[in-house]
């Protein structure tokens, strides 16, 4: 579903130039259901903002679906949004009107499209859980239910790949879990691809893969070691960001095509190592250490 490699992202002001993404290489499979963390800064909005749309990259390669996003044209966008992704952002206030009822608010983009469908925006209030609440107004629903609802506009026209934004930064515990779920369902009964960036590592250890960024690159990929065994797991290691993830899952260091790693600062930092190492293959591992001193 998403092929992506070497991916640049420039930002320009007046005098400045911010690389947020600096050759990122990530492939989500269709029907996958992934989290993407990273610290602040790491260009994890800049990947996601790209992924939808709503920004454009500098350089590299970028396929979702049928669609390249670097030789997209402008018109093209417009369709590709409408018709392939959905997005649900943290604060879910503008994509929703407060004086509509929820039943009116999801069928609103259908009607934007030209595709009302009724039947279809009651089955979706329904997979949220909001049965009992579609004819109410959005001012009257708690901001767990508003959030729920942003999620079935997300899916209202279907998209086969949903984005999510920190998706349960502004819910309690339970409506996180409870969208959890609905990711869950959704992914499982209608197929769609789920990329979530996150912080909270308790909702990204739920899932089967989860891709650090650091500095605008894939650094380590954490994979489930039992998928079947879902969530409930132990909260277990620090992992190279300095926060918890399930223990149920194994971290790997990505490699690129080309052999490229990122090593982690605090290694580096430990054998004062700065722009040169020392780098050994013994038959069955690779050794880096602190460059040999040269002879005189
Ligand atoms: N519109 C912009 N103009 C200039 N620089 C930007 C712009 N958007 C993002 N950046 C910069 O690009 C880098 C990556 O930002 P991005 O928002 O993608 O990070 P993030 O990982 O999503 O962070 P956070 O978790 O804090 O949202 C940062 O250095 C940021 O300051």
Not at 130 to 152: D, F, I, W
Not at 166 to 187: A, C, L, Q, W, Y
Request: hydrophobic content about 40%.
């Amino acid at each position: 579903m998403i092929q992506c490699e070497g991916l640049v992202k420039i930002y320009k002001t007046d005098d400045l130039e911010v690389v947020a993404l600096q050759g990122l290489n990530l492939t989500v499979n269709e029907g996958e259901m992934m989290a993407i963390i990273g610290n602040s800064g790491s260009g994890k909005s800049t990947f996601l903002n790209i992924l939808g749309g709503l920004d454009r990259p500098s350089a590299g390669s970028i396929m979702v679906d049928k669609w390249n996003l670097l030789k997209i044209t402008d018109e093209e966008l417009v369709k590709y949004k409408r018709d392939t992704v959905g997005f649900i952002w943290q604060n879910n206030a503008r994509n929703l009107l407060p004086y509509l009822t929820a039943l009116e608010n999801v069928e609103m983009p259908m009607m934007l499209s030209g595709r009302l469908d009724r039947p279809y925006a009651k089955q979706l209030l329904t997979w949220v859980g909001l049965s009992h609440r579609m004819n109410n107004k959005l001012t009257e629903l708690s901001g767990g239910e508003q959030q729920r609802v942003a999620l079935a506009i997300a899916l209202s026209n279907k998209p086969k790949l949903l984005l999510a934004d920190e998706p349960t930064g502004s819910v309690d515990s339970e409506t996180s879990d409870m969208i959890m779920d609905i990711f869950r369902k959704m992914n499982r009964e209608i197929g769609i691809t789920i990329v979530i960036v996150t912080h909270d590592m308790e909702l990204a250890g739920k899932v089967d893969r989860v891709v650090a960024i650091r500095d605008g690159l894939t650094s380590t990929e954490f994979i489930k070691r039992n998928p079947s065994l879902n969530e409930e797991g132990k909260q277990g290691f620090m992992n190279e960001v300095g926060h918890q993830l399930h223990e149920v899952h194994e971290a790997y260091v990505v490699v690129d095509r080309v052999g490229r790693l990122q090593v982690p600062k605090e290694f580096l930092n430990a054998l004062d190592i700065n722009d040169k190492a020392s780098m050994e293959f013994d038959g069955d591992k690779i050794v880096i250490r602190t460059p040999n001193k040269l002879e005189e």
